[in-house]
């Protein structure tokens, strides 16, 4: 048996490449057609709402799931032709921790270490050093059914480093955890990737797709509808975005037709009710645009200009998905 | 993990050869005694409840049933190891289900491993809990006055016997792990099936005072065949007819069910 983490002769700088994956679940086309390519040694990042097919893109590429069309190469190796072999290459931690809760952390460890060919003391050495590096050498001889959660999935991460995995695939990672331990996750993931692992992952936080991946694929029924850099998302939405809030909320629809007729672009109003935010292509609208307020005596409690958050990129994006030309391509 | 030097390290560790399928099953067999150790309530469980039934069978019902309670003992105690084998040979299935619940299974099948080597570790698992049950109830027996006729090869030929039950029976509960959303649909589905097979059989009672109908029903049924072989094993009069007709449900089920358990396992979801 070769190692399997050295990918075959002439493999691309690829980690994966996708072509046309699909999945159906009966009617329902859980992944309708997606493409991807990942660079080595990126942390790449697919965003979308749930049920929007990131898990089962996931499980597919992981082995766990045969593709109903498609297909797709980890490290060179074809998911149908050698799966054995993209197995020795990956590690997955999916979204419910896969760890046997009645065991200790340090025996969950010390299962997979030998699962892997680790023998005798080695086994229990790795286990013991993954406990170290993951804060959680306290809790080693803990059931894992009393960690919280974030030690839970520290210990799951730890669980697909036993030995390097050269693709690391992470579904929701921080999914359920507080803030400390997110950030906490967000190092993990993070110092991985300079070590040099390829990292996949999925989030419905856009916040963490803009914090931590390199390239960001946004899916939305089981179809990539944009795919970039965080900026380059931002930059295909519109240069900027105006932020109001007014003092009145009863004179929000006269803001917004003032706001529409001046820039061209239609307003989002928020779910309050009095807050506005309207993107705007030039700084010069968006003077123009808070003098007319002014003019017409609508005040503004508060204003700001930005670059437009991912959830703006979202939502803009997903808008769009009924319109069949915006629905395929690239951004 | 917040120095980064560590988990360098940690990453450029080298890999170990991989190791045999039959080493992976081992690691599986050794994940099933662990269990033993962390829940030691269910160990408590597979016991109880058989040295139960021998207790209360015997004293309550041994006298009226058969003039004594130690001839009543000597007819019902191979009877009450194949109930016990039959009940829990479900646990398994039940731990399937709950590992399948868990995600657990995706981190196995995501490993480059012998993809039947987790089932290898719950086979191990029912093989001890086997054991374990029937010894502990041999022994309570034994204290009571039981007396096996054929001595220590019986009782070692009678262990053997209940593990190939235990295994053949056990494919039903597998099955049901993987098909069943929730361990406990697992746990009702095997009551419902397992309480007339074991009620309607010669475990408890001779049929001889049952209605015809019933009798026709006790007299095929497999769990009746196999309390006949395992009293006979016990005796040492068993016959290779007796023999034989204990063996035809375990292998039939392990002919159609294994089969099926790993082709439910392959396309799962």
New interface residues.
């Given amino acids: 048996m070769p190692d399997t983490a050295v990918p075959p002769a002439g493999a691309s700088i690829l980690a994966i490449e996708a072509r046309g994956l699909a999945k159906h679940f009966g009617d329902v086309r859980a992944v309708d057609g997606i493409d991807l390519d990942v660079p080595r040694g990126m942390i790449f990042g697919i965003l979308g709402p749930n049920g929007a097919g990131k898990t089962t893109l996931l499980r597919m590429l992981a082995t766990l799931l045969p593709p109903d069309a498609g297909s797709a190469k980890v490290l060179g190796f074809d998911l149908k032709e050698s799966p054995h072999e993209v197995r020795g290459s990956i590690a997955m931690t999916g979204q419910f921790a896969s760890l046997d809760e009645d065991l200790t952390g340090r025996e969950n460890l010390i299962l997979l270490a030998r699962l892997w060919g680790f023998r005798g003391q080695n086994a229990k050495k790795r286990a013991d050093d993954l406990l170290t590096a993951f804060d959680l050498a306290d809790a080693a001889s803990k059931q894992v059914k009393d960690y919280s959660g974030g030690m839970r999935r520290r210990l799951d991460i730890a669980a697909s480093l036993v030995v390097t995995p050269g693709v690391l695939f992470l579904d929701e990672p921080t999914t359920g955890l507080d803030p400390m331990a997110r950030k906490s996750v967000w190092r993990m993931i993070r110092s991985l990737s300079e070590a040099g692992v390829t990292i996949l992952l999925t989030t419905q936080y856009l916040e963490e797709a803009d914090q931590l991946a390199a390239r960001i694929a946004v899916i939305d029924h089981g179809r990539k509808i944009a795919e970039g850099t965080s900026r380059e998302l931002k930059a295909a939405t519109g240069s900027g975005f105006l932020h109001l809030t007014l003092v009145d909320a009863a004179r929000v629809e006269d803001a917004e037709l003032m706001l529409e007729e001046i820039t061209g672009n239609k307003p989002q109003r928020s779910s309050e009710g009095a807050a506005l935010s309207l993107m705007v292509d030039t700084p010069q609208n968006a003077n123009r645009a808070l003098a007319a307020l002014i003019a017409a005596n609508i005040e503004l409690a508060d204003f700001s200009m930005g670059a437009p958050s991912l959830d703006e990129v979202f939502f803009a994006l997903t808008g769009q998905i009924t319109e069949p030309k915006n629905a395929e391509g690239d951004v | 993990?917040?120095?980064?030097n560590?988990?360098?390290s940690?990453?450029?560790?080298a890999?170990?050869?991989?190791?045999s399928a039959l080493?992976?099953a081992l690691?599986f067999g050794?994940?099933a005694v662990?269990?033993f150790k962390?829940?030691p309530e269910q160990l408590f469980d597979l016991v109880m409840t058989p040295i139960m039934f021998t207790l209360l069978f015997t004293f309550v019902f041994g006298g009226a049933l058969s003039g004594s309670t130690g001839a009543y003992l000597q007819y019902f105690l191979p009877g009450i190891l194949v109930q016990t084998v039959v009940f829990n040979s479900m646990y398994s299935g039940m731990g399937l289900s709950t590992?399948l619940g868990?995600?657990?299974f995706?981190?196995?099948?995501?490993?480059?491993?012998w993809s039947l080597s987790p089932f290898a570790g719950l086979m191990v698992g029912d093989i001890l809990r086997h054991l374990i049950a029937s010894l502990l109830i041999l022994i309570i027996g034994i204290i009571l006055g039981y007396r096996p006729e054929a001595g220590l090869i019986g009782i070692l030929e009678a262990l053997l016997l209940l593990i190939v039950i235990g295994f053949g029976f056990g494919w039903i509960f597998l099955v049901l792990g993987l098909v069943m959303s929730t361990p406990s649909t697992v746990m009702t589905m095997a009551f419902t099936g397992i309480m007339p097979l074991v009620f309607a059989s010669n475990i408890m009672v001779d049929p001889a005072t049952m209605p015809s109908l019933l009798r026709a029903f006790v007299e095929v049924n497999p769990v009746s065949l196999m309390t006949t072989a395992m009293r006979g094993v016990m005796a040492g009069n068993i016959t290779a007819v007796q023999l034989g007709a204990a063996l035809i449900a375990p292998i039939l089920l392990t002919l159609i069910l294994a089969p099926l358990t790993l082709w439910l396992y392959r396309r799962r979801?």
Avoid: C, E, Y
Avoid at chain 2, 1 to 4: G, I, N, S, V, W
Avoid at chain 2, 10 to 13: E, N, R, V
Avoid at chain 2, 15 to 19: D, E
């Fill in positions: 993990m917040d120095d980064t560590s988990t360098i940690l990453i450029h560790a890999r170990p050869p991989q190791p080493s992976n690691v050794w994940r662990l269990k962390h829940i590992d868990k995600g657990l995706d981190r196995f099948r995501s490993l480059p491993i979801k």
